[in-house]
């Protein structure tokens, strides 16, 4: 499965996180937004669609940089996770699908509570900033 990720970097150097709602899988989890890439999509068309539908903000291809890439096993499928960050987007994000936002700054990103596939991805962008 393929899945597109944000790292959604604020003038301060934070990051926005998403908490997994009641009810899915790794509830409670805090991941970096985005979503599955649909059949025809590149992942930067799939990761502007999906900010769009899960946090109401507009962005572009061109203000998405590719960070690193996470590949991990789980119990029913293997998952490839090409991470991006932003910087510029429109729009204040806001939780669309009853999931709790949180701005963290670098430093704090790995203490939180992830998904095994976002772990190194936390783990790496920590290190490159």
Same mark, same amino acid.
């Given at each position: 499965?393929?899945?597109a990720a944000a790292a959604l970097m604020d003038c301060d150097?934070? !990051? ?10 790794? #509830?409670?989890?805090? $991941?970096?937004?985005?979503? +599955?890439?649909?059949? %025809? $999509? =590149?992942? #930067? $068309?799939?990761?502007?669609r999906e900010l769009r539908e899960e946090l109401r903000i *507009? =962005?572009? =291809? /061109?203000?998405?940089?590719? !960070? /690193?890439? /996470?590949?991990?096993?789980? +119990? ?5 996770m090409p991470l991006f960050v932003c910087r510029k987007w *429109? %729009?204040?994000? $806001?939780? !669309? #699908? ?6 963290? =700054?670098?430093? *704090?990103?790995?203490?939180? +509570? ?16």
């Open positions: 499965m393929l899945v150097g934070r !990051v926005l996180m998403a908490q997994r709602p009641k009810g899915k899988e790794f #509830e409670g989890h805090w $991941e970096f937004p985005g979503g +599955k890439v649909e059949q %025809g $999509e =590149t992942p #930067e $068309e799939a990761l502007i *507009e =962005t572009q =291809t /061109a203000c998405l940089a590719p !960070v /690193a890439f /996470a590949s991990h096993d789980y +119990k029913d499928f293997h998952l490839l *429109e %729009g204040m994000p $806001e939780p !669309v #699908e009853g999931q709790v936002l949180k701005w963290i =700054t670098i430093k *704090e990103i790995t203490r939180l +509570k992830m998904p095994p596939a976002d772990v190194p991805l936390a783990a790496q962008l920590r290190d490159m900033f």
